[in-house]
């Protein structure tokens, strides 16, 4: 059986954590920024956690399960 091959899209996407808990970007921080308040643009800057719900999603597209 040949092997699995890992999702491009969510290669660069996601990052796996020290712990193994998967690290993504903010959306909505691309273009269209002069609307968008400086407080919210901070916020926005720094990396989260994905949602415990989309995890197992994830992993299947990272091959990690």
């Known amino acids: 059986m040949p ?4 999702k491009s899209s969510a ?3 996601f ?3 020290g712990s ?3 690290k993504r970007k903010h959306a ?8 968008k308040s400086k ?3 901070l916020k926005l800057r720094h ?5 415990k719900a989309d995890e197992s ?6 091959c990690l399960k």
């Open 20 to 22: 193994g808990k998967i």
């Open 57 to 62: 999603n994830i992993k299947n597209q990272l």
């Open 3 to 6: 092997k699995m091959k890992t």
């Open 28 to 35: 909505f921080k691309s273009h269209i920024l002069t609307k």
């Open 11 to 13: 290669k660069k996407r």
């Open 47 to 51: 990396a989260t956690l994905v949602h």
């Open 15 to 17: 990052k796996i954590t």
């Open 39 to 41: 407080k919210r643009k």
